[in-house]
């Protein structure tokens, strides 16, 4: 445990890539393989056990401080971290604490994984007395930021600061693989055991190969003027659909359906399991998970209502039906083709997925029949079909069409470019929709976390209904730092009320809020969901009654919607 | 029933003795406990400090200036009000101010923290029956590591440094900071620098009888100073400068209480920083504030809000003592802010 924290700090204390890198090496170089295992699984993001939930450990921590309870809470809204607020409101010491006065064993040579049985996994769904006298004793048994880190682990929230590519380097330059490699064998396999890490740095190949996907490539935002891309017929455009990245891998060991944060989604998906069967064995798709009844596309939302899910009912497969829209072949017939230019990928993907999707939204709400049960491959996997357009300006003009498409805009791709790895520039470019701006009212703020700890950067902004302020959207970034600190000041001296650690102000800061798309929405209470909303830029130019009306907002989502 | 001191546009006041503790406008007769910017200003007709902090007080307030002294724990009168001034540990001469009158007895600390500090007088409690705190650091997560740890880790970093032929320069308030880290500096590491706006007031330190290590003038372009070896002291204002620049290859360090969180580090972006505070922190607080006796605590200068709350919970009369802010103030990100560029206002450099 205490090498994993000292690997943590090491890791927080420096920017340097190189750094970074050597203290993994070491690390890995060092600790036996089922602390690896256990280390690397936290580093790469892995889901966590919450093992214990935040409230009761601040419960605990107050009383063993003691400290009212509100206190802790303050001191968490001033620190922004609360794994870092607990460990440092705890008394070095915890001699005020009844009961176990344990052994204070020598923790050092405790191993990881052995540590993160006993006080993380091994606590869940256990009652809460066993769970506390646990997390006394690990206080006593820890220095004040190994709490830290422990605090993270235990309550599923330890996110380090490096990339997975960082890690496959490390790792790469320990086992003298290539870092590509350990990237793909990273992505495919769950690493929990010694026997785990060991075949992944193994240089022999291993069984975990057998459904890995590839890393997934990445496109660029298009920053310059699309003319500058040259000829025209050098690329292809389609459409940038608003769902979720997933490869599907079709192989003799089964199938698996990938997200981009590397997680298996086939308990979220099973009718893609089902449609994927009939693909022929050796096939890798690249494309979108989207959610569409039989004859319009639903907005992401519903998508999300999904993917959350571990499990899902016929209801929700009935109500909100998914389909996978592909727009790559990585592998076919067991063949890795991702070097092969994109125009050859897109003609076998063509003789793999032969229907197009051609779904758009519903214009009009009426209810549409729900056909459950129809599962073949035709109405569950598509190909996204080209857009055509002679000239830029044309595909400009597609573009310009996107938003009453559903869709963020196009995807240009170079024909003649190969499948490559993460964001590399220059052959991909997203070429999204201008986004929708209103200017809307701060009316609430919070202090942010992390690195804006202690200065109010989460604002929740609304437009005016008569001469009330209906919220509309939460947004956080699109500012500088220094315009942050200017606002920060004005909030504190515009506060009208406190709840805790929410703020009440005057209305007199107007922001320009920039967002994707606008849609209907029950939850809201404004009736309306604004999608990515961000702040485009501060209006100090205008006065808080300049700004958006919810009749505006309603008269823009009926431009779009058509409703 | 009037307060023995309140708060008017001007600042504190004492009625009954007509005059002000560390006003925020020129005033006739200004009381001030120590010379940071936010407590004494200049303009102000007569000023009243403590005899050690004389020259200090002088730097700041300009060769004009009328400064009166008087010495710890020596008392005397303004209109019949009993007045007695008791060193409060922030920075040579900072002072609390002892206000008697009627039977009724009211000390103000200023600034001030209970650690061991050689630059300074050690802060002594002060009987009272109200007692005005600040509150800079009174959240329970503020708890100072050993000024001695501290000291330690300086030197380790510094010849880690020195070692690898990379100047260091640690950053920290020109007044009272600068020097207290100087006196905990290792001289046979390599040799000590001050930036102009710390010299200043080293030389008004030694003026009133601090010992403290050599400390030498920054030498006109140089690069490497020291060969590498050296450690240079500076405001933190002369971090955002060129003026770092030339020293070539520097490993930065800042000096703070507020180094305590990690979020402020990594926003701040120093690579490095050492937890050293002149505030009182959080259990010192609650100690002094026991300490004093006094069954009511006005809380000004920082977690005032919450401070105040925890106090009426634990049965003392507290109230928030406001400062001349508008709205609260919270020391968050704001105020570190403000606390690093305070050196920024008074370009006392070369």
Known sequence: MQRFSDLYWKLDSTTSTNQKVAALRNYFGSVPPQDAACALSVLCGAKQVRAISTRLLREWAAEAAELPLWLVEESYAHVGDLAETLALILPEQLTNISGGSGTTADHSSLSLSHFMHE????????????????????????????????????????????????????????????????????????????????????????????????????ASPMSGEVHELGSITEWQAEWKWDGMR???????AGISIWSRGEERMNDAFPEIVDAAESLPDGTVLDGELLAALPNNLLPFSMLSKRASRKRVGKKILAEIPAVFVAYDLLEAHGKDIRSEPLSFRRKELLAIVPTGFEKRPASAGGAVKLQVGNRNTNDRLFHSPLVSGGTWDELGCARQNARH????????????????????????????????????????????????????TDYTLGVWDGNQLVTIAKAYSGLTDEELIEIDKIIRSTTIERHGPVRIVKPTLVFQLAFENVSKSTRHKSGIAVRFPRIARWRRDKSPHEAATLSDLKALLEQITGE | MSDLLEINPNGLYCPAGNFYIDPWRQVSHAVITHAHADHARPGSERYLCASSGKHVLRTRMGNNATINTVKYG????????????????????????????????????????????????RFESVPCDVFVTESTFGLPVYRWPEPATVADEINTWWRANADAGCTSVLL??????????????????????????VMKLVEAYRASGVRLPPIDRIPPRSRKIGG??????????????NWINRF????????????????????????????????????????AVKASGAQRVLVTHGFTDIVARLLTERGYQAEILPTRF????????????????????????E
């Open chain 1, 119 to 218: 006080t993380v996994i091994d606590l869940k769904g256990k009652p809460d007395v066993y769970k506390r006298q646990k997390v006394e004793e690990t206080w006593r048994r820890l220095k004040p930021r190994e709490r830290i880190v422990w605090h993270k682990l235990v309550t599923g929230g330890c996110r380090v600061g490096v990339s997975r590519t960082l890690v496959a380097r490390a790792l790469a330059e320990l086992s003298g693989l290539e870092p590509t490699t350990l990237a793909e064998r990273m992505m495919a396999a769950t690493i929990e055991t010694a026997e785990d890490f060991q075949s992944l740095i193994s240089t022999e190949p291993t069984s975990v190969d057998g459904l890995r996907p590839y890393p997934f490539f990445l």
């Open chain 1, 246 to 252: 997933a490869q599907i891998v079709r192989r003799s």
């Open chain 1, 405 to 456: 498409r559903g869709v963020e805009g196009l995807m240009l791709k170079r024909t003649t470019s190969s499948y490559a790895h993460g964001r590399q520039r220059g052959d991909w470019w997203k070429w999204k929709v201008e986004p929708l701006e209103i200017d809307a009212v701060l009316h609430y703020a919070q202090a942010g976390h992390g690195r804006r700890a202690g200065l109010h």
């Open chain 2, 74 to 121: 020596e008392h005397f009168s303004i209109h019949g009000v009993d007045v007695s001034l008791h060193p409060a540990g922030h920075l040579l001469g900072s002072s609390q101010v002892r206000v008697s009158h009627r039977g009724v007895t009211w000390v103000v600390t200023g600034d001030y923290k209970l650690q061991h500090d050689s630059t300074c007088e």
């Open chain 2, 172 to 197: 920290s308030y020109a007044l009272g900071k600068a020097q207290r880290v100087a006196s905990l500096l290792d001289p046979s590491i390599g040799p000590i620098y001050g930036h102009g706006a």
């Open chain 2, 228 to 241: 590498g070896r050296g450690i240079v002291i500076a405001p933190p204002s002369a971090a955002a400068t």
């Open chain 2, 248 to 287: 070539g290859e520097t490993s930065i360090a800042m000096v703070s209480g507020w180094m305590l969180l990690r979020g402020v580090r990594r926003r701040r972006g120093f690579p490095k920083g050492f937890i050293l505070s002149d505030h009182v922190d959080y259990p010192d607080l609650m100690q």
């Open chain 2, 326 to 349: 508008i709205g609260e103030e919270r020391p968050d990100r704001s105020a570190v802010d403000k606390n690093l560029e305070d050196d920024l206002q008074h370009p006392e450099s």
